[in-house]
């Protein structure tokens, strides 16, 4: 059988075996061939041992839950965690870029997308999300707090400062001071549908709140609420949002804050960091981008705002109104 040529297919299985560093008698049995015919091809001078590329996909394709995974991914869980979850389970062991190609090849096409373009100066985002926690030192109690971030859209220079709620003061104070961070007022604000930001929410006409209303009007600012349970309206503030939560959140998890100064102070200084790093897809950092906008930002007035609680009280029988767990008298005729 050692003058009988061989077949070009199984050529090349003798070339794939032999990269494999296996021996001439284990080729031969694999293939069913006389062990001298894999010698004799093997001393040829035209003999090249290349490895064959595998077709068929590794076991852990076939093993792993997909739907699970994609569910979690859904969820909103990032997908280097996913990967690490199930490294560390044991039930992967491939590097992150095999998992990522891997997993969009099964999970469904994306519905299509339009860019959005902002002139400078034009629009900032703004959104919530969960704070840190603050230990107050002399009560022991945990103290929850919220962050707020606004965005400059056409820069991505961002605002941030954690406060202890959501309420239309600490709303209205943070806009003053993001107002007074970035030296000047866009044409357009972007709020979510916060109570502090809209009384009604609707798609086409919403009602704001009155507060609200009177800080846009002091600023000569447009106010355009996003759509309800549309959060790609303001995408951008997600993102950064999203960047916080991922970065900051996580270099600051084995500190303790027992205050919202300290907490914010640690915040700024991160804040600066982030603002000197290279954005990915602009190729330049956020503080050059905010050099260039900035002088196409509005003056701020030249009165302060001065951020005020407005409540419509009925008089009790005793002849006081109550406001902010205080008494006031009135004249009795009313």
């Known amino acids: 059988?050692?003058?009988?040529?061989?077949?070009?297919?199984?050529?090349?299985?003798?070339?794939?075996?032999?990269?494999?560093?296996?021996?001439?008698?284990?080729?031969?049995?694999?293939?069913?061939?006389?062990?001298?015919?894999?010698?004799?091809?093997?001393?040829?001078p035209n003999y090249k041992a290349t490895p064959k590329p595998l077709t068929l996909p590794p076991d852990w394709h076939r093993s792993l839950d997909w739907g699970e995974v994609i569910a979690e991914v859904r969820r909103g869980v990032p997908v280097n965690v996913v990967w690490e979850e199930l490294r560390e389970a044991g039930k992967i062991d491939i590097q992150y870029p095999?998992?990522?190609?891997?997993?969009?090849?099964?999970?469904p096409e994306n519905a299509s997308s339009c860019v959005r373009v902002f002139t400078p100066g034009e629009r900032i985002e703004i959104d919530y999300c969960d704070g840190i926690n603050i230990f107050d030192r002399f009560t022991g109690q945990i103290i929850k707090t919220q962050l707020f971030v606004g965005v400059l859209c056409h820069s991505r220079h961002a605002f941030a400062e954690f406060t202890l709620t959501q309420s239309s003061s600490d709303f209205l104070s943070s806009h003053v001071r993001m107002f007074e961070h970035f030296g000047g007022t866009p044409q357009v604000l972007t709020p979510d549908n916060l109570k502090s930001a809209v009384s009604?929410?609707?798609?086409?006409?919403?009602?704001?709140?009155?507060?609200?209303?009177?800080?846009?009007?002091?600023?000569?600012?447009?106010?355009?609420?996003?759509?309800?349970?549309?959060s790609k309206d303001k995408a951008i503030v997600e993102r950064t949002i999203q960047i916080f939560q991922r970065w900051f959140y996580f270099r600051v998890?084995?500190?303790?804050?027992?205050?919202?100064?300290?907490?914010?102070?640690?915040?700024?200084?991160?804040?600066?960091?982030?603002?000197?790093?290279?954005?990915?897809?602009?190729?330049r950092s956020r503080r050059e981008m905010f050099e260039s906008e900035k002088a196409h930002l509005r003056p701020l007035p030249q009165d302060p705002y001065v951020v005020s609680t407005h409540k419509i009280a009925i008089p009790h029988p005793d002849c006081h109104i109550s406001f902010d767990k205080n008494y006031y008298s009135v004249p009795h005729e009313h």
């Open 1 to 44: 059988m050692s003058g009988v040529v061989l077949h070009m297919k199984i050529i090349d299985d003798v070339r794939w075996l032999a990269a494999l560093n296996l021996t001439d008698r284990a080729i031969a049995r694999a293939l069913k061939i006389d062990r001298r015919s894999v010698k004799k091809y093997r001393e040829s």
């Open 98 to 107: 095999g998992f990522w190609k891997q997993l969009s090849k099964r999970m």
């Open 200 to 230: 009604k929410a609707h798609r086409y006409s919403p009602v704001l709140n009155p507060a609200y209303t009177k800080l846009a009007a002091h600023y000569d600012i447009a106010v355009a609420p996003v759509r309800v349970a549309r």
């Open 253 to 283: 998890r084995n500190q303790t804050f027992n205050s919202l100064v300290e907490l914010n102070r640690a915040l700024a200084e991160h804040l600066a960091v982030f603002h000197q790093k290279k954005h990915r897809i602009f190729r």
